[in-house]
């Protein structure tokens, strides 16, 4: 469990600090409407549903090597579209 500073600040992808969240905005691989992003004390966490787990995978791929990140946690979930 990731420590979350009072002044944390949760918002959908496309609206977050664009800085922080272009990469994940224009990556034709990530639902950007079914992520959230926690940005707090230089650590973003990524939260929400997606249907593969390539598409989590590279919304953290995408955010990784951001300036500025102390830390990056995924708590996007796969769920199976096919159930």
Same mark, same amino acid.
């Given at each position: 469990?990731?420590? %979350?500073?009072? *002044?944390s %600040? %949760?918002?959908?992808?496309a609206s977050?600090n664009? $800085? +922080?969240?272009?990469a =994940?905005?224009?990556d =034709?691989? =990530?639902p950007s409407?079914?992520?959230d992003v %926690?940005v707090a004390g230089g650590w973003v #966490? $990524?939260k929400? !549903?997606v249907d !593969?787990? @390539?598409q989590s995978?590279?919304? @953290?791929?995408? $955010?990784?090597? +951001?300036?500025g =990140?102390?830390? $990056?946690a *995924?708590?996007? #979930?796969v769920?199976?579209?096919?159930?």
């Open positions: 469990m990731l420590p %979350t500073p009072p *002044s %600040t %949760t918002l959908p992808a977050a664009p $800085l +922080t969240c272009a =994940v905005i224009w =034709v691989e =990530v409407d079914a992520i %926690t #966490k $990524l929400g !549903y !593969y787990q @390539f995978d590279a919304a @953290f791929i995408d $955010l990784a090597p +951001t300036h =990140v102390d830390g $990056l *995924s708590g996007i #979930k769920v199976n579209p096919c159930r």
